[in-house]
C-alpha cells in the first residue's frame, strides 16, 4: 500500500469543529457517511459530531456497549440527527459495534490493513449502512483525501463527482451542482430506455 503525506482537508458541514472531527476520527468519518442518506451533505456530517456531544464519545467500542435505545433516544431527541432518527441510530450502533468487534474498535485499520482496492471496497461494503456504491466512494475518499493508496485503487474509485474530491467550501457547492446534474442525466437516461405501456386493449361492444 502506498502512503501518500497529506493534511485531511474536508469542509464539508461549514461547521469548522464539524469538519475537523470527520477529518482527523476514522469513526467520524464512517459514521458521517453512514448518515448521508436523503438528507443534506452538511447535515449528515454534522452528525459525529451531534452524536459525540449527546453520548458523550464518538469511540466505537464504548457506543457499542451502550443500550441501543440510549443512543436511537440520543438522535431521536429535537432536532433530530436525520429524517430517519430511529433507523439510522440502529445503523450507526452496528456500524459501531461491527468496527469494535472485527477492528478492535479502531476504523483506521479498515484501509491499513486492506491488501489492494478490492479488499478494501469488500471491507466498506460489508460495513452496516454501506453498500457497493458507498464502498467505491470511500475508497476514492480514503485515498484522495487521507493518501491511503491501496494497488488499484484508480480503477475502484468513482468517476463521477463524489466528496472525494471536495477540500473546500467553494468545492462543495460545485459537487452538489453536479451532483444534481449527475443524477438528472441518469433519470432522463432511465427514462428514455424505459419501454413504453402500451394502451389497453379495449373490449368489443
Known amino acids: 500500500m502506498a502512503r501518500v503525506t497529506t493534511t485531511p482537508q474536508m469542509d464539508w458541514t461549514g461547521n469548522p469543529e464539524a469538519d475537523h472531527l ?9 459514521i458521517g457517511f453512514c448518515l448521508d442518506q436523503q438528507v443534506p451533505v452538511e447535515w449528515a456530517f454534522m452528525g459525529p459530531l451531534k452524536v459525540q456531544e449527546r453520548l458523550g464519545t464518538i469511540d466505537p467500542t464504548r457506543i457499542a456497549k451502550m443500550d441501543p435505545g440510549e443512543v436511537e433516544g440520543a ?12 433507523s439510522m441510530a440502529q445503523r450507526v450502533y452496528a456500524l459501531c459495534t461491527t468496527i469494535a468487534n472485527d477492528y478492535g474498535g479502531d476504523a483506521s485499520r479498515i484501509w491499513t490493513e486492506a491488501k489492494d482496492a478490492r479488499d478494501l471496497k469488500k471491507r466498506f461494503a460489508a460495513l452496516p449502512g454501506f453498500g457497493d456504491m458507498k464502498a467505491q466512494i470511500m475508497v476514492g475518499v480514503v485515498s484522495k483525501q487521507l493518501g491511503v493508496r491501496c494497488a488499484g485503487w484508480e480503477e475502484i474509485a468513482p468517476t463521477w463527482p463524489t466528496l472525494a474530491d471536495v477540500h473546500t467550501t467553494a468545492e462543495r457547492e460545485e ?19 424505459k419501454p413504453a405501456r402500451s394502451a389497453p386493449a379495449r373490449g368489443r361492444r
Open 22 to 30: 470527520v477529518s482527523t476520527d476514522p469513526a467520524a468519518l464512517l
Open 75 to 86: 438522535f431521536r431527541t429535537p432536532p433530530a440527527l436525520h429524517r430517519y432518527p430511529g
Open 175 to 193: 459537487y452538489q451542482t453536479q451532483k444534481r446534474a449527475y443524477k438528472a442525466k441518469l433519470r432522463a437516461e432511465a427514462a428514455e430506455t
